[in-house]
T-cell receptor, first 112, second 117 residues
Framework: AAGVIQSPRHLIKEKRETATLKCYPIPRHDTVYWYQQGPGQDPQFLISFYEKMQSDKGSIPDRFSAQQFSDYHSELNMSSLELGDSALYFC???????????FGSGTRLTVV | AQKITQTQPGMFVQEKEAVTLDCTYDTSDPSYGLFWYKQPSSGEMIFLIYQGSYDQQNATEGRYSLNFQKARKSANLVISASQLGDSAMYFCAMREGYGGATNKLIFGTGTLLAVQP
């Protein structure tokens, strides 16, 4: 069965650079969620999209932006990267009446 | 206020024994869902089990069962016959609201389980 695909799996960036993380949800899933998990921390909700519209917003810095495209894939854009942005970034997808959330394998971002 | 509380930062269990991981939650919404995820050292987030607030019976999935005590607002995960591959971080999570595609998951701080041979 198709899963949630995230790319890249690993990313190393320098401070003040920009990064773009991509997420391809399970086909026919209409909602995408982004989470940030710092070292030794629980996942923190960043933002979600339902049918390509932003549906909820969590503790996402102003330096970050995200969108969902017509093919339902989503991108998280991160600018002016800081050392504290180093984390595992998860994307998850779900479908309207389904209680399940399927997570991707995550993108591990390291800012040096 | 913390919505999901996992009071056990770490636990040990002997192989083939059962183990219970605690989770309490706080919500005023009558409709909610409770989830458990496993996160091995490789980092992926693996869904284990789900319990809806209106479900009459405790959820079970193979060796995993959820001890749902609604009045106490607890949703403990029970792993029977532990295996070495069960060693991982376990997160309890909650979704508030009913059937909403836009309802995010809120996670607890996790419990690190180590299964000993």
């Amino acid at each position: 069965a198709a899963g949630v695909i995230q790319s890249p799996r690993h990313l190393i960036k320098e401070k003040r650079e920009t990064a773009t993380l991509k997420c391809y949800p399970i086909p026919r899933h209409d909602t995408v969620y982004w989470y940030q998990q710092g070292p030794g921390q629980d996942p923190q909700f960043l933002i979600s999209f339902y049918e390509k519209m932003q549906s909820d917003k969590g503790s996402i810095p102003d330096r970050f932006s995200a969108q969902q495209f017509s093919d339902y894939h989503s991108e998280l854009n991160m600018s002016s990267l800081e050392l504290g942005d180093s984390a595992l970034y998860f994307c998850a997808s779900s479908i309207g009446e389904n209680y399940g959330y399927t997570f991707g394998s995550g993108t591990r971002l390291t800012v040096v | 206020a913390q919505k999901i509380t996992q009071t056990q930062p770490g636990m040990f269990v002997q192989e083939k024994e059962a183990v219970t991981l605690d989770c309490t939650y706080d919500t005023s919404d009558p409709s909610y869902g409770l989830f458990w995820y496993k996160q091995p050292s490789s980092g992926e987030m693996i869904f284990l089990i789900y319990q809806g607030s209106y479900d009459q019976q405790n959820a079970t999935e193979g060796r995993y069962s959820l001890n749902f005590q609604k009045a106490r607002k607890s949703a403990n995960l029970v792993i029977s016959a532990s295996q070495l591959g069960d060693s991982a971080m376990y997160f309890c999570a909650m979704r508030e609201g009913y059937g909403g595609a836009t309802n995010k998951l809120i996670f607890g701080t996790g419990t690190l389980l180590a299964v000993q041979p």
